[in-house]
């Protein structure tokens, strides 16, 4: 009993001196003080951030403070922090408060790797490239770019002579007779010139299409590939928030072995711990499905990603300039494409109005002579009343096709620019909040020290502590997903803009350079008869000229 009191005098006296020894701070008052001094990084910043002022361009220069860029390992107070954005900074901010590429981690095999750099990992247009060469729906839409190669050829017979053969029967046998005839066809009412044009503006659509599939499939991998980083990014937390919760763990089981704590406690951090090993593996399934997407998307395992370089980042005047750029979609190629496929058939159903002209040369070959005509050079001239009957109607109805036509163009012009406006206000809402989460995850990673500092003083409870934790690792991760939301909506807006120049595609834009390449490896004599002229899928003289940019250069 004796040793039991000395035991609570020294437990007791200890207490007394730890609470003079502390600074007289009310439980009360320890919170605001310490998210007023984790707001104090931000007095600078403005309270209203203009989104119509015209965007700066900064780079990661404007960072103070940089990522590293390999996985940490390190303790929640480690977090980079963005420093406040001043006035003279604030027309700037909103798209320049995104991170800089180069301090984003790099998504490994591996569930976090400190060997692969971002410098040896693969970046987005290079898995890119690998899908538009390897995909299937490339291939189906090559074919079908061949396809209308011959097409147009074709459709150039009907410029060059031909042979017709005819044979007529009698009652009997030796009155009948065989003439051949070679004709050259003069007039047909138009029908050849549109049947060619007819051929030529389904070519082009055909490289339209083949665009408009590689524009689809870019978006199904953008999509992978930031599910991969993103993940990883969400490992890399979960494991920083784990390994928080077991130093956390092995602070109160020796309290709770020396008497201080309950061991309700300890189950408390036990149960913790299980349900960030649970989210660990939610984010780790996550990447294994994305892993598996981008897989079947590049037909082989998908190699090191890192996160897109500053050149592909949307500078403010690409953001100016964006509506424009709808007129350059392939979606809006397609459409145009369609009207003039249209107008030309209509072109080609009113032909039949018109009479044929040829110059024909007979020449009987046996039988009995019934004609003096069949041996000899003649114009003919053909017409047939129900032809023109029958075209007629035709022409109104596929005239009324054009009209449809057009006003598809019309409805997809619209549907595009509202997509772009909702896409650039998301690019600039994520970039506004990153830089305002990265300030918050500081904050709650300050406040997750002054708790530790108060629990051990007694003046806060071990829940209290816990839920700072878990508060700080929830904005990490917020902080995470708004960046990875980041990039994703602005290489979405890189693709549908058509401004593959900035991730190295510009060469699949030019069906021109594209059939030069294609002559190349086949029949290059074919390709110098063949007219290329109006093939230029982005150099359409009825396509309006974007704001900055040289005639005819989007």
């Given at each position: 009993?004796?040793?039991?009191?000395?035991?609570?005098?020294?437990?007791?006296?200890?207490?007394?001196?730890?609470?003079?020894?502390?600074?007289?701070?009310?439980?009360?008052?320890?919170?605001?003080?310490?998210?007023?001094?984790?707001?104090?990084?931000?007095?600078?910043?403005?309270?209203?951030?203009q989104l119509?002022?015209?965007?700066?361009?900064?780079?990661?220069a404007?960072?103070?403070?940089?990522?590293?860029?390999?996985?940490?390992?390190?303790?929640?107070?480690?977090?980079?922090?963005?420093p406040?954005?001043?006035?003279a900074?604030a027309?700037?901010a909103?798209?320049?408060?995104?991170?800089?590429?180069?301090?984003?981690?790099?998504?490994?095999?591996s569930?976090?790797s400190?060997?692969?750099?971002?410098?040896?990992?693969?970046?987005?247009?290079?898995?890119?490239?690998?899908?538009?060469?390897?995909h299937?729906?490339?291939?189906?839409?090559?074919?079908?770019?061949?396809?209308?190669?011959?097409?147009?050829?074709?459709?150039?017979?009907?410029?060059?002579?031909?042979?017709?053969v005819?044979?007529?029967?009698?009652?009997?046998?030796?009155?009948?007779?065989?003439?051949?005839?070679?004709?050259?066809?003069?007039?047909?009412?138009?029908?050849?010139?549109?049947?060619?044009?007819?051929?030529k503006?389904?070519?082009?659509?055909?490289?339209?299409?083949?665009?408009?599939?590689?524009?689809t499939?870019?978006?199904?991998?953008?999509?992978?590939?930031?599910d991969?980083?993103?993940?990883?990014?969400?490992?890399?937390?979960?494991?920083q928030?784990?390994?928080?919760?077991?130093?956390?763990?092995?602070?109160?089981?020796?309290?709770a072995?020396?008497?201080?704590?309950?061991?309700?406690d300890?189950?408390?951090?036990?149960?913790?711990?299980?349900?960030?090993?649970?989210?660990?593996?939610?984010?780790?399934?996550?990447?294994?499905?994305?892993?598996?997407?981008?897989?079947?998307?590049?037909?082989?395992?998908?190699?090191?990603?890192?996160?897109p370089?500053?050149?592909?980042?949307?500078?403010?005047?690409?953001?100016?300039?964006?509506?424009?750029?709808?007129?350059?979609?392939?979606?809006?190629?397609?459409?145009?494409?369609?009207?003039?496929?249209?107008?030309a058939?209509?072109?080609?159903?009113?032909?039949?109005?018109?009479?044929?002209?040829?110059?024909?040369?007979?020449?009987?070959?046996?039988?009995?002579?019934?004609?003096?005509?069949?041996?000899?050079?003649?114009?003919?001239?053909?017409?047939q009343?129900?032809n023109?009957?029958?075209?007629y109607?035709?022409?109104?109805a596929?005239?009324?096709?054009?009209?449809?036509?057009?006003?598809?163009?019309?409805?997809?012009?619209?549907?595009?620019?509202?997509?772009?406006?909702?896409?650039?206000?998301?690019?600039?809402?994520f970039?506004?909040?990153?830089a305002?989460?990265d300030?918050?995850?500081?904050?709650a990673?300050?406040?997750?020290?002054?708790?530790?500092?108060?629990f051990?003083?007694?003046?806060?409870?071990?829940?209290?502590?816990?839920?700072?934790?878990?508060?700080?690792?929830?904005?990490?991760?917020?902080?995470?997903?708004?960046?990875?939301?980041?990039?994703?909506?602005?290489?979405?807006?890189?693709?549908?803009?058509?401004?593959?120049d900035?991730?190295?595609?510009?060469?699949?834009?030019?069906?021109?350079?594209?059939?030069?390449?294609?002559?190349?490896?086949?029949?290059?004599?074919?390709?110098?008869?063949?007219?290329?002229?109006?093939?230029?899928l982005?150099?359409?003289?009825?396509?309006?000229?974007?704001?900055?940019?040289?005639?005819?250069?989007p």
């Open positions: 009993m004796t040793s039991r009191l000395n035991h609570c005098r020294r437990g007791a006296l200890l207490v007394v001196l730890s609470l003079l020894l502390l600074p007289t701070v009310t439980p009360a008052q320890a919170p605001v003080a310490d998210v007023e001094t984790a707001q104090s990084a931000a007095a600078d910043q403005p309270r209203k951030l119509d002022t015209q965007i700066g361009s900064q780079g990661p404007s960072k103070t403070v940089k990522r590293r860029s390999k996985p940490r390992r390190t303790k929640p107070a480690a977090i980079a922090t963005t406040a954005v001043t006035e900074a027309p700037a909103l798209v320049d408060a995104a991170p800089a590429p180069e301090s984003l981690p790099a998504a490994t095999d569930q976090i400190d060997e692969a750099t971002p410098a040896s990992a693969t970046g987005v247009g290079e898995v890119l490239d690998r899908v538009f060469a390897t299937p729906s490339i291939q189906q839409a090559l074919g079908a770019v061949e396809a209308s190669r011959y097409a147009i050829e074709g459709a150039r017979a009907g410029y060059y002579p031909y042979a017709q005819q044979s007529a029967v009698a009652n009997k046998s030796e009155d009948g007779n065989t003439t051949i005839s070679i004709v050259q066809p003069l007039w047909d009412g138009g029908l050849t010139r549109a049947q060619l044009e007819e051929a503006q389904r070519r082009e659509a055909a490289f339209a299409n083949l665009t408009q599939v590689r524009l499939l870019s978006q199904e991998v953008i999509t992978a590939v930031f991969i980083l993103g993940a990883d990014a969400q490992l890399e937390l979960w494991d928030y784990i390994s928080n919760l077991q130093k956390s763990r092995g602070t109160i089981e020796r309290r072995e020396s008497g201080v704590a309950p061991d309700a300890v189950q408390t951090v036990l149960v913790r711990i299980s349900l960030a090993e649970s989210g660990r593996e939610t984010a780790r399934t996550q990447r294994i499905t994305a892993r598996s997407r981008l897989s079947s998307l590049m037909s082989q395992p998908p190699p090191p990603l890192r996160w370089d500053d050149g592909s980042r949307l500078k403010a005047e690409d953001l100016g300039g964006l509506l424009d750029r709808v007129e350059y979609h392939p979606l809006m190629t397609v459409d145009r494409q369609a009207i003039d496929i249209q107008k058939v209509a072109k080609g159903s009113k032909a039949s109005i018109w009479p044929q002209l040829s110059l024909q040369h007979r020449q009987q070959l046996d039988g009995t002579e019934f004609d003096p005509s069949n041996d000899a050079t003649l114009f003919v001239l053909q017409y009343t129900t023109g009957v029958r075209a109607q035709a022409g109104r596929e005239q009324a096709r054009v009209v449809a036509a057009e006003q598809k163009l019309a409805a997809t012009r619209a549907n595009l620019q509202a997509q772009f406006r909702s896409d650039t206000a998301q690019l600039l809402a970039a506004t909040q990153i305002s989460q300030r918050a995850a500081t904050a990673t300050n406040l997750v020290d002054s708790y530790q500092r108060q051990e003083a007694g003046r806060k409870s071990w829940l209290e502590l816990l839920n700072a934790i878990r508060e700080a690792h929830e904005s990490r991760l917020q902080a995470a997903n708004t960046e990875r939301a980041y990039w994703q909506t602005n290489l979405r807006l890189v693709l549908q803009a058509t401004l593959w900035r991730l190295g595609l510009q060469g699949y834009l030019d069906p021109l350079a594209a059939a030069d390449a294609e002559a190349r490896k086949s029949d290059s004599q074919f390709w110098d008869r063949l007219s290329l002229d109006g093939l230029r982005n150099h359409r003289s009825d396509a309006p000229t974007p704001a900055g940019t040289a005639e005819g250069k």
